[in-house]
T-cell receptor, first 114, second 113 residues
Framework: DVKVTQSSRYLVKRTGEKVFLECVQD?????MFWYRQDPGLGLRLIYFSYDVKMKEKGDIPEGYSVSREKKERFSLILESASTNQTSMYLCASRGPGVFEQPQHFGDGTRLSIL | GDSVTQMEGPVTLSEEAFLTINCTYTATGYPSLFWYVQYPGEGLQLLLKATKADDKGSNKGFEATYRKETTSFHLEKGSVQVSDSAVYFC????????????FGKGTKLTVNP
């Protein structure tokens, strides 16, 4: 089974801090994704990456950046955290190429910005 | 643009009742369709998938059939259990060649003993 591991289940940070959320997958997947999940808004794609050092903006990239230095690791960075970034963050990975491959999700990081 | 519409929740059923959660989609091309489930405090797990018209996905007693003529992918289970209480998400990918997984907003199911 694919395992996607997010470094923290719960995280509390302060406004203005630089925040790193880490995600690691163990299946050598090319594609990795970051979503945020908010009540009433569902899941929204922030960024995705289809290879090392490659990234693409999703639907809501503002205020975020990403890093993919190694194939198994995809980091989400909040450059200067704000209270409206309080949310559940979900990382996912997917195998090569074809769209019928499902995405596999981690358990999520619940981030609170105070 | 591409979109997924699921029935609004919450849905509350008694154990052993029949479950249907409706899902319809709007997409270009021929997307793949998925149902994901999210148990309290956890991430999303793939429940089932279908990749072409008339395919039926099934898992753990749940079923859904890819209906191109009605652009639907309704989730059904004949007899729900308390352990099925969760949020269910319908999703599509590959529409118009896009990498994106487009989700519905989720339907919360509560099953009472």
């Amino acid at each position: 089974d694919v395992k996607v591991t997010q470094s923290s289940r719960y995280l509390v940070k302060r406004t203005g801090e630089k925040v790193f959320l880490e995600c690691v997958q163990d299946m050598d997947h090319e594609n990795m994704f970051w979503y945020r999940q908010d009540p009433g808004l569902g899941l929204r794609l922030i960024y995705f990456s289809y290879d090392v050092k490659m990234k693409e903006k999703g639907d809501i990239p503002e205020g975020y950046s990403v890093s993919r230095e190694k194939k198994e690791r995809f980091s989400l960075i909040l450059e200067s955290a704000s209270t409206n970034q309080t949310s559940m963050y979900l990382c996912a990975s997917r195998g090569p190429g074809v769209f019928e491959q499902p995405q596999h999700f981690g358990d999520g990081t619940r981030l609170s910005i105070l | 643009g591409d979109s997924v519409t699921q029935m609004e929740g919450p849905v509350t059923l008694s154990e052993e009742a029949f479950l249907t959660i409706n899902c319809t989609y709007t997409a270009t091309g021929y997307p793949s369709l998925f149902w994901y489930v999210q148990y309290p405090g956890e991430g999303l797990q793939l429940l089932l998938k279908a990749t072409k018209a008339d395919d039926k996905g099934s898992n753990k007693g749940f079923e859904a059939t890819y209906r191109k003529e009605t652009t639907s992918f309704h989730l059904e289970k004949g007899s729900v259990q308390v352990s099925d209480s969760a949020v269910y998400f319908c999703a599509l990918s590959g529409a118009g060649g896009s990498e994106k997984l487009v989700f519905g907003k989720g339907t919360k199911l509560t099953v009472n003993p």
